[in-house]
């Protein structure tokens, strides 16, 4: 499994390079500079996030496929099933993303063609995952 949202398996519609992982540290309100000028980390959580590239000059994205990829991304949060490299196991955790983007590239006697821009996933983080 390299990327299942909503149930929906969205690897084979992948570009190449189509997962791109960031790790978001987020730290307690206990970081920060302290007095003497040294710097206090204090980690609370880490934060995935990734860069979701859809293939869309390999897969003619029409009408029906567009449409199964804009309902999985679209609840306020997504169930996401990923092999995270990090913890070295597939994991299925809470995400969110916004600012989804797609155009109309092809409209010709009713057949359409879509582009799915690259889109955000961002982890709830979890408490105590380091």
């Not at 994205?61 to 990923?82: C, F, N, R």
């Not at 155009?103 to 961002?122: A, Q």
């Amino acid at each position: 499994m390299t990327l299942v949202i909503n149930r929906f398996d969205f690897e084979p519609f992948l570009e190449e390079n189509g997962i791109r992982w960031k790790r978001n540290d987020v730290d307690s309100a206990d970081a920060g500079e302290m007095a003497d000028g040294t710097m206090r980390r204090d980690r609370a959580i880490f934060r995935p996030t990734a860069t979701i590239h859809i293939a869309n000059s390999k897969h003619r994205i029409g009408d029906s496929l567009g449409h199964q990829i804009m309902k999985a991304i679209e609840p306020e949060w997504v169930d996401v099933t990923y092999y995270d490299l990090r913890l070295g196991m597939v994991v299925t955790r809470k995400f969110y993303s916004n600012n989804v983007g797609h155009s109309l590239v092809y409209s010709k006697n009713g057949v359409r063609r879509w582009f799915i821009e690259p889109f955000p996933l961002i982890a709830q983080g979890v408490a105590g995952d380091r």
